[in-house]
């Protein structure tokens, strides 16, 4: 049995990384799936991809920096399917730099692509959502959201927000059978399918994982995306009917230890 049959999924930051992972793998239960990205090039490529395994998929550009944007979006994804199950809200991007230097630019658009972003696509496709009678918003977090990475600034203050938006949003939007939960991912480097995993791809790009996060790590090696879109796909679908407002840590066992004890 399809875990997703019959189900319409949204999925934002669809075009490659988890998103693109989490587009085949909610296809392959079932779902058809409309992928937002701000990338078309990449976007139509995951759908292309879907439909060419059978599944259903739509793209719809958008850049999530951009609330007029979110309106279309949501707009054309309710013209798309008038319920809507599923809510991923995966895209992100991250600068690193040094306190001192952060442009108040740089600093906004990661607010409003990493936290912004997930409130107002909630906010706006809650008519097809409430529709569903039992649907699921995942937001994606990270582990530099809950200690901080200095590298990171921006990228950490945004995730952070995410993890109490992910347990209000358990509050509120329970009365209408949706629930809201968050994963926080560890470094995911890899992907088992060969998808490219851009985000910083400056740190990421065909490097392994450091010694230093490698020995952090008890599991002692990267994530792949597909295990992120394995933890998507369960909180999306039944098997997680009573898991609401949660963070999952997903992240091989690294801020389970405290820093400097082994
Ligand atoms: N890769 C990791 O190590 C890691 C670690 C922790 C958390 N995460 C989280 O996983 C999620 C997916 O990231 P990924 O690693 O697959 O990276 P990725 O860069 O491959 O995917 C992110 C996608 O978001 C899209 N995007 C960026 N800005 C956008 C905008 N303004 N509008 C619409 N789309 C936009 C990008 O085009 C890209 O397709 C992110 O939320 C990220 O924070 C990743």
Avoid at 9 to 32: H, N
Avoid at 95 to 111: H, N, P, S, V
Avoid at 166 to 174: K, P, R
Wanted: charged share 20%; with cysteine.
């Amino acid at each position: 049995m399809k875990r997703l049959k019959g189900k319409n999924a949204v999925i934002t930051g669809a075009a490659s990384g988890v998103g693109r992972a989490a587009s085949l793998l909610f296809a392959r239960e079932g779902a058809a799936i409309a992928c937002v990205d701000i990338d078309a090039e990449m976007g139509q490529e995951t759908v292309d991809m879907v439909r060419a395994e059978g599944g259903d998929a739509v793209f719809i550009a958008t850049d999530l920096a951009d609330p007029a944007a979110i309106d279309d979006m949501a707009r054309a994804c309710i013209g798309w399917r008038s319920v809507i199950h599923v809510l991923f809200n995966n895209a992100a991007i991250a600068a690193r730099g040094e306190f001192e230097d952060i442009k108040l630019g740089d600093w906004d658009r990661q607010m409003a692509v990493n936290l912004t972003a997930p409130f107002l696509c909630s906010q706006k496709l809650l008519p097809a959502l409430k529709a569903a009678n039992g649907a699921a918003i995942i937001h994606h977090g990270s582990i530099d959201g809950v200690l901080g990475n200095p590298t990171l600034v921006a990228y950490s203050a945004s995730k952070g927000g995410l993890q109490p938006l992910t347990h209000v949003m358990g509050y509120w939007l329970a009365p209408h059978g949706i629930r809201v939960n968050c994963i926080n991912s560890g470094a995911l480097r890899e992907s088992k399918q060969g998808i490219p995993v851009r985000l910083n791809v400056d740190n990421r790009a065909g490097k392994p994982m450091s010694d230093v996060q490698r020995r952090a790590t008890p599991m002692a090696r990267p994530g792949f995306v597909e295990e992120a879109a394995d933890v998507a796909l369960y909180l999306a679908c039944d098997e997680s009917s009573y898991v609401n407002g949660s963070v999952v840590t997903l992240d091989g066992g690294r801020t389970g230890l405290t820093p400097g004890t082994f």
